[in-house]
């Protein structure tokens, strides 16, 4: 019996995107979340999958419609999965009076604090259940499992793919937050989310676990546009390339002149971001 619930679903590319809830265990909540499948998915063969994490005050259908990786991810025959940001309706007193902390804005962490911890595990949501879910319920690979986001969603893929390279065999992304222990950002979320622990911090923002020995075993695709408002204060993708070349980790850091922070930028160099998965997926 499924667990999932269809909200809706449309034919595209030759494959379906649909957008689905379901009951979530690690968040106590009704959870959504999107899926690209595929022509050979829809047939039954199992295939690679991507997951997309999305930015702050995104939604599951957020990268699934602005970034056109479905038209690329139906070339590669690679299916997509998109949580959501959030929990969405956590009760939480203050969760909705900012866009950078609360709903749309989980960080995909695992809140450790009083007011937060109860639902605010989006980093136990994203590792584990929605994999094991998507994989469950649909023609997806999850030994063939890449991971790549956009701006808070880009901090969430560069650290759940450093502290497992083993679950995430591939890694790219957009704008990310590089280094959020010492961004405005990062900060506002790990004060809220943490608590002023910086011990605990550093699991959680990828330059730090670079200067800590965490790795991957694949080239690391990071795109950023160079007329981006929030470059040099909120991202700092400088600091990223520093710890990266000191921990010997691949790293590919391409700055784009002209370009911003929106889905405008991420449209122009989706298609390098989906070969570049489709590379490393499709030879295992």
Not at 165 to 181: G, M, T
Not at 231 to 239: N, V
């Amino acid at each position: 019996m499924s667990r999932i619930t269809t909200l809706e679903e449309h034919a595209s590319c030759g494959g379906r995107v649909g957008f689905y809830s379901h009951p979530s265990e690690s968040l106590g909540l009704e959870a959504r979340f999107g899926v690209f499948l595929p022509e050979r998915a829809l047939a039954g063969e199992r295939v690679p999958v991507i997951h997309l994490l999305a930015g702050l005050t995104c939604t599951q259908e957020t990268f699934l419609v602005k970034s056109n990786a479905v038209r690329f991810a139906a070339h590669h025959g690679i299916a997509l999965v998109a949580p959501d940001t959030s929990p969405r309706g956590a009760g939480v007193a203050g969760e909705d009076d900012a866009y950078d902390l609360g709903t749309g804005a989980g960080f995909y962490l695992d809140a450790t604090t009083p007011a937060w911890r109860r639902h605010y595990r989006m980093g136990t949501y994203v590792s584990h259940e929605l994999p094991e879910l998507t994989q469950a319920e649909f023609a997806i690979d999850g030994a063939r499992r890449g991971i790549m986001g956009h701006s808070m969603g880009g901090h969430g893929a560069l650290v759940h793919a450093l502290r497992a390279p083993q679950a995430w065999k591939s890694v790219s992304a957009f704008a990310p937050i590089c280094h959020p222990a010492v961004a405005p950002w990062g900060k506002k979320a790990f004060t809220a989310y943490l608590e002023p622990d910086r011990a605990t911090w550093a699991r959680h923002d990828a330059t730090l676990l670079l200067e800590a020995g965490h790795t991957h075993p694949t080239e690391i695709l990071v795109d950023q546009g160079g007329s981006d408002k929030f470059l040099h204060d909120q991202l700092r993708p400088e600091l990223l390339a520093a710890a990266a070349g000191a921990a010997g980790q691949d790293l590919r850091l391409r700055v784009h002149q002209r370009y911003d922070h929106s889905y405008w930028f991420i449209q122009s160099f989706i298609a390098d971001h989906l070969d570049h998965h489709a590379t490393i997926l499709n030879a295992l």
